[in-house]
């Protein structure tokens, strides 16, 4: 799986490609009928496959003071495109020159710049200033370069609602993972390299490996049932703080999991936590004691839920 830049020119071998252009952050239900529909073009027509994605998000651009929330990081959109059957991300740079573009412009980029084939959008898809490219103009203005397009209706469920990354942020935000691993496929995860920390969790028998939360959502605060993922492959179940910890002073917003009859050091590894399900809202306790009687209850908890929750990776 290869990863490609805009500014970089485009491997011959991966000229005359089927795009599949979006965002797909998250990679959904939606996204994926959309990186298979491309997936199954260019395995038809003998063409590479390329997923385009943009980095930063166009709303960090626009609206820099917005809270964060990526569901994904590159490297996990990466693994995911390559499990969807992709032959190469690229990553489109969001800067204010993109984003002036006129959608006649952005054509001629794909076309003459990347030497694109064919593309796969979304119903929804908009480009070019102003965002008055859609995928009416992208079809027109291809098919006068020799470039076609198709655009992919969006994903129901089963309840009829549309699947997208604005239903999935306000589920974790609610602390609903349920809803969230079914339009995403998956559960919601956080990758990060471990931190070192105060290192209290060790002191009372649950060592946490600590993770910064970066550009990700910020799920609904509170302890959570979670597997973590390790670069070995192995996968860990525990239960984890994700929140400010009021606990302790000061205060400092991280991702704390426990993980279970686990002992080995994992400082500067890059893992990925699952949030599974959601137990309750952080609390302040008075004392060591009472804050770890209330981990072990969370611990239990959480074990219950995992013993019957299936692995999705």
Not at 158 to 182: F, H, M, N, P, Y
């Amino acid at each position: 799986m290869e990863r490609l830049e805009s500014g970089v020119p485009i491997p011959a071998h991966l000229r005359g490609s089927i795009m599949a252009l979006g965002n797909f952050d998250g990679f959904h239900l939606g996204h994926q009928a959309v990186v298979g529909r491309a997936v199954e073009r260019a395995r038809a027509e003998g063409r590479p496959v390329i997923v385009a994605t943009f980095d930063p998000h166009p709303m960090r651009l626009f609206r820099p003071e917005n809270p964060w929330f990526r569901l994904t990081s590159l490297d996990q959109r990466q693994r995911l495109f390559a499990a969807a059957g992709a032959d190469a991300m690229l990553v489109f740079a969001f800067t204010r020159q993109l984003a002036a573009l006129s959608p006649e412009d952005f054509v001629d980029l794909l076309v003459d710049g990347m030497g694109v084939a064919g593309v796969v959008t979304g119903q929804d898809f908009t480009f070019g200033q102003g965002r008055t490219g859609t995928v009416g103009t992208l079809a027109e203005l291809g098919a006068a370069r020799g470039m076609s397009a198709q655009a992919v209706a969006p994903v129901t469920d089963q309840g009829g609602e549309v699947v997208s990354s604005s239903r999935i942020r306000a589920a974790l935000k609610a602390g609903d993972c349920a809803t969230a691993t079914r339009l995403l496929t998956r559960p919601f995860a956080v990758q990060g390299l471990v931190q070192h920390g105060d290192k209290v969790g060790r002191t009372i028998g649950f060592p946490t490996a600590n993770v910064d939360l970066g550009h990700y959502l910020r799920p609904a605060y509170g302890i959570y049932a979670v597997r973590g993922l390790l670069s070995d492959g192995r996968i860990l179940d525990g239960a984890a703080n994700l929140g400010t910890r009021p606990s302790f002073d000061p205060p400092k917003e991280l991702l704390e999991p426990h993980f279970f009859d686990f002992s080995e050091s994992l400082y500067d590894q890059c893992i990925e936590v699952q949030l599974i399900q959601f137990l309750r809202p952080e609390a302040k306790y008075e004392g060591l004691d009472a804050l770890t009687a209330q981990i072990a209850k969370d611990c239990d908890a959480a074990r219950q839920i995992l013993a019957g929750t299936p692995r999705l990776a």
